[in-house]
């Protein structure tokens, strides 16, 4: 599957519009993706950006869970109610929805930070630091990534 790499830095117009850099526009070309989908990301002070497959294959998992019960319900509202679809225009900007724009604090620019099936919109200094701090606590932790499975990269 394509990745989204790397960090890109856009300016944001007065009407919301900002456009999504290059690489990644190639990326969900490449992905055959139709509309991205936005979200508030629910612990951090940024945008969710996932292609609608991406998207879908997370909310698949809704379907392990009872249609009726809290836990259905409140993944749910976190999952839909607050997300929006988005495609690109001919020039490669997306609009951002004001209440998106409030929850990552964004003003004149923003940064489009990679990750991997996904990508997120951070106001500069916060994906900055964010990625800065990601780093320390993988180092801290000792993380690292998992061994593929048999046949796939190790």
């Given at each position: ?45 940024c945008i969710d ?64 930070v990679g990750m ?39």
């Open positions: 599957m394509t990745q989204f790499y790397d960090t890109y830095t856009n300016r944001l117009d007065k009407k919301g519009r900002v456009s999504v850099p290059a690489p990644f526009r190639a990326a969900l070309e490449r992905m055959n993706a139709g509309d991205l989908i936005l979200s508030p990301n629910h612990k951090r002070p950006a996932r292609p609608d497959l991406v998207f879908r294959q997370i909310a698949s998992a809704l379907d392990t869970l009872d249609v009726f019960s809290d836990d259905h319900d409140d993944l749910a509202a976190t999952l839909f109610a607050r997300s929006t679809s988005a495609m690109p225009d001919g020039e490669g900007r997306i609009m951002l929805p004001e209440r998106l724009i409030a929850h990552a604090g964004l003003s004149d620019l923003v940064s489009f991997g099936n996904s990508f997120q919109l951070w106001r500069p200094d916060a994906g900055d630091e964010f990625v800065a701090d990601a780093r320390t606590r993988s180092l801290e932790r000792r993380l690292t990534v998992p061994r593929g499975r048999a046949g796939g990269p190790a």
